[in-house]
Every structure is written in C-alpha cells, then in structure tokens.
C-alpha cells in the first residue's frame, strides 16, 4: 500500500519536473522514498510494540497468581476476585470475596441485623444503598450501583475495604426489587450474588414500629431529631412511650398485604443461592448469626451491636386500642400475633 503510494507519487514527480536537473529530481526521489521509508518503519514499530505489551501484561498474570481457593466445585461462581479502581486490596488482594444482599421490609430488624453483620472485621454492608430513588430508576442505574458496591469502591462507614471477605447491601422490597425482579435474579445469578432474606415473624409488632416510625417522623421525639434506631434505654423508653391507634379495618388487609409480599419475593428470589431468617428467632438463638457466618464463609466471630430495642414487653401496652385489636385478630390465622412473644 505505501510502496503503491511513493511510486504513485514519483510518477506525477516525473511529469513535472524538466529533464536538465537530474540531481535535483534524484534528490527529491531520494527524499520520498526515505519518508516511505520511515513511515513503514514506524508502522511496524507501532505493531511490534504492541505485540510486546500484550506479552508483558501475560508474563505478569502467569508471573503473581492467586492461590487456589480451597473451596467446593459448586462454590465457584460465588467466590471473587474484585479490584476496585480507587484503591488497591493490597495484603488482601488474594483474599477470595462473596457478594450477598439482604432483602427485607422496613422495621423488621434488618438495621440492628446489620450492625451485626458490620461488627465483623470482614464483612461489610453498605446500608440501604436504593433507599435514593435515581440509583432504583431503571435497571442500568440498578446494575450499576450493583457494579460498584461489589467492586468494592461503594465506600460507607461500613466498608472494611481491602480486607473484606463479604460485601453487600440492605435492600427493602419496595425499593425496586419487586419491580424489578426478573433482571436483579438474573444479575444475582450470573454474578454470584447469595441473598439473605430477613422477616419478621409477628406482623403486628412490625406494624406498631411502622406506626410508632413514622410518628417519630413527624413529631421528633428525641430533641428534635427523628431516631430510627437508638443506643440508649433512655432514648428507647422515650420513643416506647407513644402508643398507635390501629385502624381495626385496615388491620387484616395490611396484614394480609404484607404477608403476600413476603411469599412473592420467596417465590422471585427462589432461584438464587439464599438463607431465610426471622428477626425473632436472630433475637432468640445466636447460632443464627453462626448460621449466616457460614453462608457468608467468613471466619467465625462474636458479634456484637450497640442498638437498643424501642418496643419490649407485652404488645397489650404498646397499642392504645389493645380491645379493639384484640377482637379484630380473634379467630383468624393471625390471632398467634396477640401472644406470641419474645424477650431481649
Ligand atoms: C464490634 O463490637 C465491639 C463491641 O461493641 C467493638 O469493640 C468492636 O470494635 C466492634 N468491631 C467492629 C469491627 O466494628
Ligand atoms: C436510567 O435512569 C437514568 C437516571 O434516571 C437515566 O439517566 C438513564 O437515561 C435511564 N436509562 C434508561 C436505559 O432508561
Ligand atoms: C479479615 O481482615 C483481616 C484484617 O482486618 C485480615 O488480616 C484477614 O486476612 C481477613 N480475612 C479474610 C478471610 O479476608
Ligand atoms: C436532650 O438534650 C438534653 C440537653 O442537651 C439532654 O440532657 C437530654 O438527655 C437529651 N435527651 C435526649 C432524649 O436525647
Ligand atoms: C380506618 O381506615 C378507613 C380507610 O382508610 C377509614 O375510612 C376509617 O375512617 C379509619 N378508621 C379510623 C377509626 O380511623
Ligand atoms: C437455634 O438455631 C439452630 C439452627 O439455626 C437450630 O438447630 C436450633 O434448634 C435452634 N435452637 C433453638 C433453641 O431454637
């Protein structure tokens, strides 16, 4: 090609240039064919560069890898590898990490299940990253908050950094997942993402912490900030002391409602790798937060959170219409609310 170019060019050279200088036109031929010259020399230069840093990069990959994790064939998809970009994982780099989610309900003890969960030196959840509508808008700003938080570059008070075994999130059914379902499975599932699933096993006192919640919202208890959660007895007592009224007709609906989108995310989610736990029985048996170290596969550690629980004791003084409520339930599959019971 460039060979056609120069002898292209001498040709109009030829024709225009008057036979008496010789040496002039030899000169200026001379001249072309070394811009040829040089022009396919630095063509094969750029090639030949190239070549040799394509065999750099794969001297270097052979030269510093990774152990083999010692793991199960089936774990595979679920262990990774994540550089993220703002930061390098250093002594870490070639620890193996396992991307999780926890999908649960507003007020169902996912927050205190959280601080659990961040009390361990390698795990790390990043909080209710779709709680902010534009991040939930569609399913590429999904993929790709999704993207950075398991890159590890989502950087919260909860990031552990290079040094984090398990990264993940706290996702609330209404924050898009529902709506989105079909393609969160399939980004858990092509990603090796395990889902623990968090509920509430009595509805009732869920719902009085959604009432009591959204009071605080409004009213501000605590000098004038609003407390979704506490560190105080103090602060706890303060926010226990409102009681709600329960609209007697919404009673069963809202409990039925909340029970149905509970079984519909069991039935969307069911395909990926996942745990269910209950607030209630996290509360009860610490062999639960063993349970969810080995589903995490990360090293076992007592943990150990700082929040108080705002509405303890029997649910008949936390509800101003106890009678009314009373009566609703009796007789239905929800009358076990009225007296199963726990302590903390
Ligand atoms: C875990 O909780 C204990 C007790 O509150 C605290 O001393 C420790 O620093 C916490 N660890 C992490 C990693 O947050
Ligand atoms: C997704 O939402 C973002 C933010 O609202 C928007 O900028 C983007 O155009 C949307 N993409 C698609 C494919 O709808
Ligand atoms: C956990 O974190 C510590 C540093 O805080 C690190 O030395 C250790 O290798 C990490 N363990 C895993 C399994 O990543
Ligand atoms: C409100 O502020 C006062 C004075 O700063 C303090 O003594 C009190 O403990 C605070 N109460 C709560 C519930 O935070
Ligand atoms: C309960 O809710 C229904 C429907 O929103 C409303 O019509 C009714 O007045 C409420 N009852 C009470 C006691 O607030
Ligand atoms: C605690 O949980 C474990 C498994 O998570 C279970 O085997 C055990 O029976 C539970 N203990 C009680 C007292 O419920």
């Given at each position: 090609?460039?060979?056609?170019?120069?002898?292209?060019?001498?040709?109009i050279?030829?024709?225009?240039v008057?036979?008496?200088?010789?040496?002039?036109?030899r000169?200026?031929?001379?001249?072309?064919?070394?811009?040829?010259?040089?022009?396919i020399?630095?063509?094969?230069?750029?090639?030949?560069?190239?070549h040799?840093k394509?065999?750099?990069?794969?001297?270097?990959?052979?030269?510093?890898?990774?152990?083999?994790p010692?793991?199960?064939?089936?774990?595979?998809?679920?262990?990774?590898?994540?550089?993220?970009?703002?930061?390098?994982?250093?002594?870490?780099a070639?620890?193996?990490?396992r991307?999780?989610?926890i999908?649960?309900?507003?007020?169902?003890?996912?927050?205190?299940?959280?601080?659990?969960?961040?009390?361990?030196t390698?795990?790390?959840?990043?909080?209710?990253?779709?709680?902010?509508?534009?991040?939930?808008?569609?399913?590429?700003?999904?993929?790709?908050?999704?993207?950075?938080?398991?890159?590890?570059d989502w950087?919260s008070?909860?990031?552990?950094?290079?040094c984090t075994?398990?990264?993940?999130l706290?996702?609330?059914?209404n924050?898009?997942?529902m709506?989105?379902?079909?393609?969160?499975?399939?980004?858990?599932n092509?990603?090796?993402?395990?889902v623990?699933?968090?509920?509430?096993?009595?509805?009732?006192?869920?719902m009085?912490?959604?009432?009591?919640?959204?009071?605080d919202?409004?009213?501000k208890?605590?000098n004038?900030?609003?407390k979704?959660?506490?560190?105080?007895?103090?602060?706890?007592?303060i926010?226990?002391?409102y009681?709600?009224?329960?609209?007697?007709?919404l009673?069963?609906?809202?409990?039925?409602?909340?029970?149905?989108?509970t079984a519909?995310?069991?039935?969307y989610?069911?395909?990926?790798r996942?745990?269910?736990?209950?607030?209630?029985?996290?509360?009860?048996?610490?062999?639960?937060?063993?349970?969810?170290?080995?589903?995490?596969?990360?090293?076992?550690?007592?943990?150990?959170?700082?929040?108080?629980?705002?509405?303890?004791?029997?649910?008949?003084?936390?509800i101003?219409?106890?009678?009314?409520?009373?009566?609703?339930l009796?007789?239905?599959?929800?009358e076990?609310?009225l007296?199963?019971d726990?302590?903390?």
């Open positions: 090609m460039a060979d056609g170019l120069c002898s292209f060019t001498k040709d050279f030829v024709i225009k008057p036979k008496k200088s010789p040496l002039v036109l000169m200026i031929v001379l001249v072309f064919a070394m811009v040829c010259g040089v022009y020399c630095s063509i094969c230069l750029k090639q030949i560069s190239t040799s394509a065999g750099y990069l794969h001297v270097q990959v052979i030269q510093k890898p990774c152990p083999e010692q793991i199960e064939p089936w774990e595979i998809p679920y262990v990774h590898y994540p550089k993220p970009k703002t930061y390098s994982r250093a002594e870490c070639c620890n193996p990490v991307y999780f989610a999908l649960s309900m507003q007020r169902s003890g996912s927050g205190w299940f959280e601080t659990l969960l961040n009390n361990h390698n795990i790390s959840s990043n909080g209710e990253i779709f709680s902010v509508k534009v991040r939930r808008s569609n399913t590429s700003t999904i993929g790709e908050t999704l993207d950075k938080i398991y890159r590890l950087l008070s909860a990031s552990k950094n290079e075994a398990a990264v993940g706290k996702w609330m059914l924050q898009g997942l709506q989105h379902h079909a393609d969160i499975v399939e980004y858990f092509t990603r090796g993402v395990s623990i699933f968090l509920f509430r096993r009595n509805l009732l006192r869920r009085i912490s959604v009432l009591a919640n959204s009071y919202r409004d009213v208890l605590l004038g900030t609003h979704s959660h506490v560190h105080s007895p103090h602060e706890a007592e926010l226990a002391n009681k709600p009224i329960i609209n007697a007709t009673l069963i609906p809202n409990l039925k409602q909340v029970e149905e989108t519909k995310a069991l039935e989610f069911k395909s990926t996942h745990i269910i736990l209950y607030y209630e029985d996290v509360v009860k048996n610490h062999t639960k937060l063993i349970d969810v170290q080995h589903f995490l596969k990360v090293p076992l550690r007592e943990l150990k959170s700082r929040q108080v629980k705002i509405h303890k004791g029997s649910l008949s003084s936390q101003k219409n106890w009678d009314d409520v009373q009566k609703t009796k007789g239905t599959h929800f076990n609310f007296h199963s726990y302590r903390k």
